[in-house]
């Protein structure tokens, strides 16, 4: 038996385990699916389809806000989860259908690029042809180009998922791709570490991606002309452990900015060590089939565009019917009334301030893939009640989860040090007596806390908490111990 009190790191509150019945019956049943085929966090697979399902609307719907206005249905989301969690495997599943779509559209692309290389040099020739006859007139001139026709088209791009990307590349790209995108890195490390975050660049990436999310209009003034991405969407999941992604999460500049306040952010419990392995139920498969084949039947209608000869999306607008609209007030009041000085959600009030937006996103892309029964897809015309107040019970989820990670103290290293140095003697020291610098620097582990300094800054901080007394400072010869009056903790030292 070892006798220990509190730790020095407070541990946040407990996780409440996602609400998937939420977010209607096609995504309830795919991610719960996917839960039990990947063997993942429940909301990990939640937040995977989530996210999948507005990539897939967010270029044909808006959701109509009264007195706001159009609101895309475009997500950002942040999952943080240790690497054994089967994050990879809960994305494969919940893009499958964008997969098997982009491999289509890679297909058509290779086609289409050898018909317009072809095209091309004819038409170079042709233009070089007319621009070299010096017996035109200029008005001759003008009619043999006319005549020729326009420049060839190059055939947009066929990516659909980014595994990174720049902001100056994101621009370009919606020149030259759909106007429908996703940044869905395999790791999120390889976007958080790259070029659009290093700290030179991370306040003109956040606003960039933060008027996407808005669905405003971002315009760059280049020598080479404007660059205007208006009419476009872009939905994001990055998921990242979560040792790293408290860098992002925690990032003063991204909070006070206001990215991450658009961002739905989660960190669910793991399963390891409950992963056993099991057959796969075949109902699951038929669950995931109807979830794939309505991702992908939405992939398949062609985006509505805005008439004119500037590309730009033009979504139509599901409004709410009368009682979704009084949910949806009710909760917006609801949540202005727990900001303010001593409200309950003030310690987030950036991202309490958006939870209504995110409801009517999360109505709009529930409403948007209808149910399993439908035989067209894209036919709501409403945002239904009870659609809504399930939008609302999700949007509030989050943001308790917002508030639960909000909590909970952020660990110094030093602090962290320490904890780790008190687990250590009252749970795995067999020694009687003193606590000697160099007894610690040869036996303690992990092996990484043996370190002369850590160990000093440890051992003071453990002095300052009272969780040690220093019974000697002389430089070599200090030496501490643990104190008498420790409240007894049973701790299993077989665990």
Same mark, same amino acid.
């Given at each position: 038996?070892?006798?220990?009190? %509190? ?12 609400? $998937?019945?939420?977010?209607? &019956? ?11 085929? !990947?063997?993942?966090?429940? /909301?990990? +697979? ?35 989860? +240790? ?12 893009? $499958? ?9 890679? &297909? ?19 233009? =070089?042809?007319?621009? #070299? ?5 200029? &008005?001759?001139?003008? =009619?043999?180009?006319? =005549? ?33 995108? #996703? ?18 660049? %991370? ?11 808005? #669905? !405003? ?8 002309? *404007? ?53 796969? &139920? ?39 019917? /009368?009682?979704?609209? =009084? ?56 945002? %239904? ?9 999700? +949007? ?18 030093? !602090?962290?040090?320490?904890?780790? *140095? ?29 370190? $002369?300094?850590?160990?000093? $800054?440890? %051992? ?5 908490? /009272? ?10 010869? !200090? ?17």
């Amino acid at each position: 038996m070892a006798y220990f009190s %509190l730790p020095l790191v407070l541990p946040k509150w407990p996780y409440v385990e996602f609400p $998937a019945h939420r977010l209607g &019956d096609i995504l309830n049943a795919a991610a719960n699916a996917i839960a039990r085929r !990947a063997q993942v966090p429940l /909301g990990l +697979a939640g937040q995977s389809v989530l996210v999948a399902a507005a990539l897939a609307v967010q270029g044909h719907v808006d959701a109509d806000v009264p007195q706001l206005g159009p609101n895309p249905t475009s997500l950002n989301a942040i999952s943080l989860v +240790a690497s054994t969690d089967g994050k990879g495997q809960a994305d494969k599943l919940a893009m $499958a259908a964008f997969r098997k779509f982009e491999g289509e559209l890679a &297909d058509k692309h290779a086609l289409e690029m050898a018909n317009y290389k072809d095209s091309h040099k004819v038409w170079k020739v042709e233009e =070089a042809r007319v621009l #070299g006859d010096k017996k035109l007139s200029r &008005d001759g001139r003008m =009619a043999a180009l006319k =005549a020729i026709g326009a420049e060839p088209v190059r055939p947009l791009e066929w990516v659909i998922l980014h595994d990174t990307a720049t902001i100056e590349g994101l621009q370009l790209n919606f020149q030259h791709s759909r106007l429908s995108l #996703g940044l869905v890195p395999t790791d999120g490390a390889y976007f958080t570490a790259g070029y659009a975050m290093n700290p030179e660049r %991370l306040l003109n990436t956040a606003a960039y991606l933060s008027l996407l999310w808005d #669905g !405003a209009r971002a315009r760059k003034l280049l020598l080479a002309g *404007v660059q205007n991405n208006e009419g476009v969407r872009l939905s994001s999941h990055i998921m990242l452990q979560p040792g790293i992604g408290a860098s992002m999460v925690g990032n003063r500049e991204l909070n006070e900015q206001g990215l991450l306040s658009r961002f739905l952010v989660i960190e669910p419990d793991g399963l390891a060590g409950t992963r056993l392995t099991r057959d796969p &139920d075949p109902q699951d498969d038929a669950l995931l089939k109807v979830y794939h084949d309505r991702l992908y039947a939405i992939l398949c209608e062609e985006l509505p565009m805005k008439p004119g000869p500037r590309r730009m999306l033009d979504p139509s607008l599901l409004p709410m019917s /009368g009682d979704a609209y =009084a949910v949806w007030r009710s909760y917006r009041d609801h949540i202005e009334r727990k900001i303010g000085p001593g409200g309950y959600y003030r310690q987030v009030r950036a991202v309490a301030g958006r939870s209504a937006q995110m409801a009517a996103r999360f109505a709009g892309i529930i409403t948007a893939m209808g149910e399993p029964s439908d035989q067209r897809v894209l036919q709501a015309t409403e945002i %239904l009640a009870d659609v809504m107040s399930d939008a609302v019970a999700l +949007a509030e989820w989050y943001l308790e989860e917002a508030l639960r990670l909000a909590s909970a103290v952020p660990p110094s290293p030093t !602090a962290t040090q320490a904890d780790e *140095v008190l687990l250590w003697l009252t749970t795995k020291w067999r020694g009687t007596g003193d606590i000697e610098l160099r007894m610690l620097r040869a036996n303690i582990t992990p092996v990484r806390l043996r370190d $002369a300094v850590t160990l000093r $800054a440890a %051992l003071f901080c453990l002095v300052k908490s /009272g969780e040690l007394e220093q019974v000697e400072q002389s430089g070599r010869g !200090a030496r501490w111990r643990l104190p008498t009056s420790r409240p007894p903790v049973f701790v299993d030292e077989d665990a």
